[in-house]
Every structure is written in structure tokens, then in C-alpha cells.
């Protein structure tokens, strides 16, 4: 069993209202739903989801999850291509990093094209909606 931190970044609280075109027609609450879901059919273990649009309280999320947490799959929206602290706090977590896009980030604009978060992940999913969530999860099952 392992326990897995889901964590959102700016704007997913919008998941639905924003940019259907582009982010899909489920929220924010279908995606931690299916993620629990399937976390319970494969048998991983505890699933935590959060959400925030604050850099701090995500570096803080990432920080509390040291030693409490085996993996996380993080969306970290916009930060992706701006947060050193993120990746930094990302650096001292010793678990497992998946790191998800709803959209494919290298078919966007050029400043989409790099996420410093890449460096620390484990995985990069892009590109696939709201299924990366889940393809992450499976990921992580498999390894163990």
C-alpha cells in the first residue's frame, strides 16, 4: 500500500467552466473521484487531493508530504514553467513525481514548452485530459 498525494495547481479549480476546449468538460471534483476510484481497484493505497492557486501553499503541500507520503502526481498548471521553489521542494521529497498535463504543453505557446517541475519527475503525462490522472496512477502501481 502507498500513499499518494494528487496535487493541483492554479486554475484546475476550474476544471470544466475554463477552456473546455482545451481542458475537457469534467471538474476538478470527476478527476479526484475517478483518482480515488481507481486507486482503491488497483489497490494502491491512500489518495490525498489539493488544490491550491498559491505557489506558497503548494511548496507547503509538497514539504508536508515529506515522510508522509510515497508519490506524487502533480499538475502544477502555470507554475510548470515559472516555480523554482516548486521544483525545489519537489527535490527534497524522496517518493516518486509524476508530473501531469491535461493539454499537450509542446503543441501550446512556446513558454508552455518547458516545465522546470520535468527535471525532478519520475514521469511526465501530456496531452492525454483528464486520463493522465489515471495513467499516472497506474504508473505508480506497477512500480510498486
Known sequence: ??????????????LGQRQPEIYGAQTLADVEEACTALAADLDLGDVTCKQSNHEGALVDA???ARGRQDAIV????AYSHT???????????DGKVVEVHISNIHQREAFRHHSHVSARADAVI??????GYLAALR??????
Do not use: C, H, V, Y
Open 126 to 131: 501530456a496531452g492525454l485530459g483528464t486520463e
Open 1 to 14: 500500500m502507498t500513499k499518494t498525494l494528487i496535487l493541483n495547481g492554479p486554475n484546475l479549480n476550474l
Open 74 to 77: 502533480i499538475n502544477p498548471g
Open 62 to 64: 509538497i514539504q508536508d
Open 139 to 144: 504508473w505508480l502501481a506497477r512500480r510498486g
Open 83 to 93: 516555480s523554482i521553489a516548486i521544483l525545489d521542494a519537489l527535490n527534497a521529497f
